[in-house]
């Protein structure tokens, strides 16, 4: 069964940095497309970031452009979003997606507030 | 980037009624458009992926249609559980987009 559980998220001042986590179980993430997807409280859903199964590059929306880095690490089968100069409107759900979006992780609250 | 506009923005039927939403991308995606059903506190769910493929246990009256600009999420008779918020997905052209939704309630 593959299941995406998300970690990393929280309280940040503006201009500060996080690093949200997705550890995957039941697939090798690497050798999927991965993307995040974030959604504001009560607004629609946002893609961010993602990255292709043959990991050559690397995709952003230009909300995040220049701010966010999306990474993976084979060895703990772990996708990564670094985000940094966080501003009030990142605050949102951020959700993993696995590459045939058919799952989904259950979502880490990120709120950026001073 | 490539624009995706929903219609409606909100549908009021009753369970057993058809429901019909659209959208409408600013260029071609040829087919590669997905819809996704999202009820209140719970993680989007894939309904149908390239225009018209039902993703897996999605039942048969979930259909998709449409290719190029102009796509259509048809539902031929509401079940109580269907009422939710339906999002449009383009994976034709990086960066991805999202429709704004079109939320269907009960009348």
């Known amino acids: 069964e593959v299941q995406l559980l998300e970690s990393g998220g929280g309280l940040v001042q503006p201009g500060g940095s996080l690093r949200l986590s997705c550890v995957a179980s039941?697939?090798?993430?690497?050798?999927?497309?991965m993307n995040w997807v974030r959604q504001a409280p009560g607004k629609g859903l946002e893609w961010v970031s993602g990255?292709?199964?043959?990991?050559?590059?690397?995709y952003y929306a230009d909300s995040v452009k220049g701010r966010f880095t999306i990474s993976r690490d084979k060895s703990k089968n772990t996708l990564y979003l670094q985000m940094n100069s966080l501003r009030a409107e990142d605050t949102a759900i951020y959700y993993c997606?696995?590459?045939?979006?058919?799952?989904w992780g259950q979502g880490t609250l990120v709120t950026v507030s001073s | 980037e490539i624009v995706l506009t929903q219609s409606p923005a909100a549908l009021s039927l009753s369970p057993g009624e058809r429901a019909t939403l659209s959208c409408r991308a600013s260029q071609s995606v040829s087919r590669f458009l997905a819809w996704y059903q999202q009820k209140p506190g719970q993680t989007p769910r894939l309904l149908i992926y390239?225009?018209?493929t039902r993703a897996t246990g999605i039942p048969a009256r979930f259909g998709g249609s449409g290719s190029g600009t102009d796509f259509t999420l048809t539902i031929s008779s509401l079940e109580p559980e269907d009422f939710a918020v339906y999002y449009c997905?383009?994976?034709?052209?990086?960066?991805?987009?999202f429709g704004p939704g079109t939320k269907v309630d009960i009348k």
């Open positions: 990255v292709p199964g043959s990991g050559d590059r690397t």
């Open positions: 039941g697939f090798t993430l690497s050798t999927y497309s």
């Open positions: 997606v696995e590459g045939s979006w058919e799952n």
């Open positions: 997905q383009q994976r034709s052209n990086w960066p991805l987009t």
């Open positions: 390239d225009a018209s």
